[in-house]
């Protein structure tokens, strides 16, 4: 059973930078196919995809967060993390990792809350 959990602060000030770490048990993150993604849910929103790292390595990013996001994965760990640069509150939603398989995304963390605020 493959299992995400997500970790990082609650809570962010404005401009700096939030980082967060998902943590995958269960399987490894450089399994041939797979792609572990970033995805949040604001307020009254729906889901945004941020973005994703391949088992390969291989990096993806949301044009529109192109220039705010870093994902990086450490296989020895067997985590990858998602840092977002500049936060405004406007960043404020929950926070979850997933594995995509194909065309399903078939393992979800938990998710986790962070607010920006001052």
């Known amino acids: 059973q493959v299992q995400l959990q997500e970790s990082g602060p609650g809570l962010v000030k404005p401009s700096q930078t939030l980082s967060l770490t998902c943590t995958v048990s269960?399987?490894?993150?450089?399994?041939?196919?797979?792609?572990w993604s970033w995805i949040r849910q604001a307020p009254g929103k729906g889901l945004e995809w941020m973005g994703a790292?391949?088992?390969?390595?291989?990096?993806y990013d949301s044009p529109s967060l192109k220039s705010r996001t870093s994902i990086s994965r450490d296989t020895a760990k067997n985590q990858f993390t998602l840092q977002l640069s500049s936060v405004t509150p406007e960043d404020t939603a929950k926070y979850y990792c997933?594995?995509?398989?194909?065309?399903?995304?078939?393992?979800w963390g938990q998710g986790t809350q962070v607010t920006v605020s001052s």
């Open positions: 790292i391949a088992y390969s390595g291989s990096l």
């Open positions: 269960g399987g490894s993150i450089t399994t041939n196919y797979y792609y």
């Open positions: 997933a594995r995509r398989a194909y065309e399903e995304y078939d393992y």
